[in-house]
Every structure is written in C-alpha cells, then in structure tokens.
C-alpha cells in the first residue's frame, strides 16, 4: 500500500466524521521517495480557527505562504546543501515558486488535527497528543524519515512516540535531539514563526544538523 493511501485510511479513522479535520502528510510522495534526505516537520495545528475541512498537503503543494512556510523553505534549502555557507541575502526572499518546487519532497506533519488560532493553547494541544497518541505514531511510521524537525512541539511528540524515558542529546550550540525508534535524529527547534531574526533561526539549525550528521 502506497503512503497516501495509508494517510487516507488512517484520517478516515481518525477525523471520525469531523468537517474541521485538516489532513497532512508528505506532500508528493512520488519526490519525497526519490530525495536524497528524507525530511519530516513536526508541527502544532493550523491557524484557521473557525475553519478547516482542507488539505494541508494540497495547500503546500500550490506554494503555500506565510512566515511559517517561507522559513520552512530557508531552513530546507540550506539542508539539501548542508555543507555549503549559503549566504543570507541568497535566502531572505522566498516566493511563491520556491516554496512550491522546494517543499513538494517534504512530510510536513500536524500533532492537531483540528484549526486554531495564531497562538496555540498548550493544554489544548496536549490534551489533543494525550488522545491521539496512537494516531500519531501509526501516521509518523509511514514515513521513515531521515531527519525529522520538531517546530516547536519536540516534547509533546517525543511523549506521543513513547520515548519519554530514551536518552537525549544536546549539540554543542545547545540544540536537543533524540533518536526515534529507527534511529534517526529528531531536533527539538522552535517554531518557525519564533521570534528570533530569521537568520539565527537558519543557521542555528544548520550549525546543529551538521554536528549530528558529523
């Protein structure tokens, strides 16, 4: 059974006849397969309250927009050539045809399934990881990544993967990460809308990832 397939089984158990349930996932299956690092972001909700009923990986796919995504799109342009100094001024504006080229190979993933506001309420966001906890699993196993980015949610889905009592790691520039049960690297990063410049948000992950893959 293909991945999509598989999501598609699984949100049909999962949104239990929910109009507001947002599926996600791997964008194209066919370019997440063929890239040569498999990349996976582990995100909170979407920000449509009141709203929801559409597919978050049709959304990406037409070159989505926002903070969110065009930081997304930095950080993964500086992955697929990790060990090359990009320089700011190459990646301070992202457009539209970027984010749609660049983000097709990725598995962007939300813990919530369900629309909130622009600032998530972390008990709600909890009490969502304690119930789904074995729907997250099942969906995150789909994908094998290689490297997986937490935005913000790295405890909670470190707890919905039941590894709350696996060793953790800290890089030298202060990034924790673990290993998920195949082994892969899962960075504990703040969320892309964090309130940092947009360029310590890049390079601070770059720096880490390379000390991890070293």
């Keep these: 059974m293909e991945i999509v397939e598989k999501e598609s089984e699984l949100f049909s158990q999962w949104a239990n006849g929910r109009e507001d349930f947002v599926p996600d996932g791997?964008?194209?299956?066919?370019?997440?397969?063929?890239?040569?690092?498999?990349?996976?972001?582990?995100?909170?909700?979407?920000?449509?309250?009141?709203?929801?009923?559409?597919?978050?990986?049709?959304?990406?796919?037409?070159?989505?927009c926002g903070k969110t995504w065009n930081n997304i799109t930095r950080w993964v342009i500086c992955i697929n050539d990790l060990y090359?100094?990009?320089?700011?001024?190459?990646?301070?504006?992202?457009?539209?045809?970027?984010?749609?080229?660049?983000?097709?190979?990725?598995?962007?993933?939300?813990?919530?399934?369900?629309?909130?506001?622009?600032?998530?309420?972390?008990?709600?966001?909890?009490d969502h990881v304690e119930r789904d906890q074995s729907f997250i699993r099942k969906q995150y196993g789909f994908y094998k990544p290689d490297l997986t980015i937490c935005c913000g949610t790295g405890w909670d889905f470190r707890y919905a993967l039941g590894l709350n009592d696996e060793q953790t790691f800290r890089t030298s520039n202060g990034i924790e990460w673990f290993k998920n049960i195949n082994g892969a690297p899962v960075i504990v990063y703040k969320h892309p809308q964090a309130w940092v410049s947009g360029a310590a948000l890049v390079y601070e992950l770059v720096v880490a990832i390379r000390e991890i893959f070293a």
């Design 26 to 64: 791997v964008v194209s299956e066919q370019d997440y397969i063929a890239s040569q690092l498999k990349l996976c972001f582990i995100l909170k909700e979407v920000n449509d309250e009141g709203g929801g009923g559409w597919d978050l990986r049709e959304f990406i796919k037409e070159g989505a």
């Design 84 to 126: 090359t100094d990009t320089p700011w001024s190459f990646i301070e504006s992202i457009n539209e045809e970027q984010r749609a080229k660049l983000l097709r190979p990725i598995c962007a993933m939300n813990l919530k399934k369900y629309p909130g506001a622009s600032k998530t309420v972390t008990s709600e966001l909890q």
